[in-house]
């Protein structure tokens, strides 16, 4: 399978602290994404990334991209309470580019 | 505003008793998707709509069908719903295949077996 797998699976921070969760996936890949659900709620597309960047930014959200290690993490700068929610990443792969998403990261953050 | 939308939001019924949940977006993409989210999991992928082609994953039990009328709409059928099928669906759409991994989310509908 090439699901991926995220760690840690939860993890809880204070606000303003940074929020860093990590993904590895086991194939090659074209893409990969990260996601962010709120409880009971639909999926929010944050950020992708293609497999020739190493780096990518998005306001508070910085992501990078290791296609050797096939590992991905996600940082959360200066977190806020809003930022609560389990985020997952999703690769795709060449031809059609069926998500396959990871296990996802459940963050807590705290006032 | 462009968007991807499900209804209902919350679906109850009973077990055996077929159900359908619909998704229908203004988006005017061309690929729309079905994945079904159980607790505390990931997402996974049902099947997809690339225009009138139906694609089933390999794993999807036939229990559960799809039907797009046009370009707007898509609906999941399930069958005969077991509590095994209580779950979050999500439908999703993507401009093309090529584009396959921007996929633009709907709030999910949750289905509750009884």
């Known amino acids: 399978s090439q699901q991926g797998e995220e760690d840690p699976q939860a993890l809880s921070i204070q606000e303003g602290e940074n929020a860093t969760m990590n993904c590895s996936y086991k194939?090659?890949?074209?893409?990969l994404q990260w996601y962010r659900q709120n409880s009971g709620r639909g999926l929010v597309h944050l950020i992708l990334?293609?497999?020739?960047?190493r780096e990518k930014h998005s306001g508070r959200l910085r992501v990078t991209l290791d296609t050797s290690k096939k590992s991905s993490s996600l940082l959360i700068t200066a977190s806020r309470a809003a930022d609560t929610a389990s985020y997952f990443c999703?690769?795709?792969?060449?031809?059609?580019?069926?998500?396959?998403f990871g296990t996802g990261t459940r963050l807590l953050v705290s006032p | 505003d462009a968007m991807v939308i499900q209804n209902p939001r919350y679906q109850v019924t009973q077990f055996g008793k077929p159900v359908t949940l619909s998704c229908s977006q203004t988006?005017?993409?061309?690929?729309m998707y079905w994945y079904q989210q159980k607790s505390s999991q990931a997402p996974k992928l049902l099947f997809h709509?690339?225009?009138?082609?139906?694609?089933n994953e390999a794993d999807t039990p036939d229990n559960f069908q799809s039907r797009r009328p046009n370009t707007s709409f898509c609906f999941l059928d399930i069958r005969s719903p077991g509590l095994g099928d209580a779950a979050m669906y999500l439908c999703?759409?993507?401009?093309?295949?090529?584009?396959?991994?921007?996929?633009?989310f709907g709030p999910g509908t949750r289905l509750t077996v009884l």
């Open positions: 999703a759409t993507s401009r093309d295949l090529e584009r396959a991994g921007e996929q633009f």
């Open positions: 194939t090659s890949i074209n893409n």
């Open positions: 990334i293609r497999s020739n960047e």
């Open positions: 999703a690769t795709g792969n060449t031809g059609f580019q069926k998500l396959v």
């Open positions: 988006l005017n993409h061309n690929v």
């Open positions: 709509y690339y225009d009138k082609d139906f694609n």
